[in-house]
């Protein structure tokens, strides 16, 4: 009769098998990649959005935002659905949270993103605002006394665009064209300083328009953007500089955007479709469908 220590070699090496357990090696945790949440990454910028807060107490019909688990309040984060512990105020301001109907529930999901990506491209416009502002100041600045201000402006362009005052960067690139064009006649720089200032407005009304999420402001973005590729390809043949590149890659980017995401000119299914998604991620329906079930 065989007896269980005349099989360990046997018995191990089932449950190695069955387990898929080597001895002596051990095992590392299986790598998991969360999908990237924009609620998330609000939050940590500025802050959870808490309600009842101040509140005696809580009802049953309140469970939604907050309630009470154990001797333990739990608030919920409106955004991000993060549940936070916090004591209850030493000091009441009101008897229960707000109703429903004066609760002002922040972006989630798609709009959420729509909201982050419209601002990014806002503070790009925001950015050619200032510069064509200033572009166009500067031409009837040189147009009014160019012997004083034309090499200063000459310098300032070199250290903006990271071009050389060699021969070669001389006869291309933008401090060519600076160059050429404080050599015209007054009548032509008056053109030119209003053309940048009137370019300069657009983007101005591009920039307000994005940061607060008008629709409007999406079509004059995406037309604008889109007339002025061509001509980037243009320069780019002509002369390759990382600053055009760059340029280049963010408009088809925004243009891209625009059309796919933001649904425009019916495309995708066009507004009815974007605010179908809308309502779908926002609003107390979504926020009952995230809500996890009360324990005992």
Not at 96 to 103: A, K, L, M, N, V
Not at 153 to 172: F, M, P
Not at 215 to 243: C, D, I
């Amino acid at each position: 009769m065989t007896g269980a220590a005349d099989r360990p070699g046997r018995v191990a090496g089932v449950s190695a098998h069955r387990h898929h357990v080597v001895p002596g090696v051990r095992e590392h945790p299986s790598r998991f990649v969360p999908r990237f949440h924009w609620e998330l990454l609000v939050c940590g910028l500025g802050g959870h959005e808490l309600v009842g807060t101040d509140a005696r107490r809580l009802r049953p019909s309140d469970a939604v935002v907050a309630r009470d688990v154990d001797g333990v309040r739990w608030h919920r984060c409106l955004r991000c659905d993060s549940w936070l512990p916090l004591a209850p105020p030493e000091q009441p301001a009101r008897d229960h949270p707000p109703e429903r109907e004066e609760i002002e529930l922040p972006l989630r999901g798609r709009p959420l993103r729509d909201r982050v990506v419209l601002r990014l491209i806002a503070l790009n416009r925001a950015l050619h605002f200032l510069g064509l502002g200033l572009l166009g100041m500067a031409i009837l600045l040189f147009s009014a006394n160019r012997a004083d201000l034309r090499d200063v402006v000459l310098r300032v362009v070199t250290d903006v665009s990271g071009e050389s005052s060699s021969a070669s960067a001389a006869q291309h690139g933008l401090r060519h064209r600076v160059d050429q064009l404080f050599s015209l006649r007054s009548s032509r720089l008056h053109l030119f300083a209003a053309i940048a200032l009137v370019y300069a407005s657009v983007e101005g009304l591009e920039a307000v328009g994005l940061w607060w999420g008008r629709r409007w402001a999406e079509y004059l973005t995406l037309v604008v953007t889109a007339s002025l590729l061509p001509l980037e390809v243009y320069e780019l043949s002509q002369h390759v500089t990382a600053f055009k590149i760059v340029a280049f890659v963010v408009n088809v980017a925004v243009v891209a955007y625009l059309l796919y995401a933001k649904r425009l000119f019916g495309i995708r299914g066009g507004a009815a479709a974007d605010e179908a998604l809308r309502e779908r991620d926002v609003g107390w329906p979504a926020l009952e469908a995230a809500t996890p079930a009360a324990g005992p």
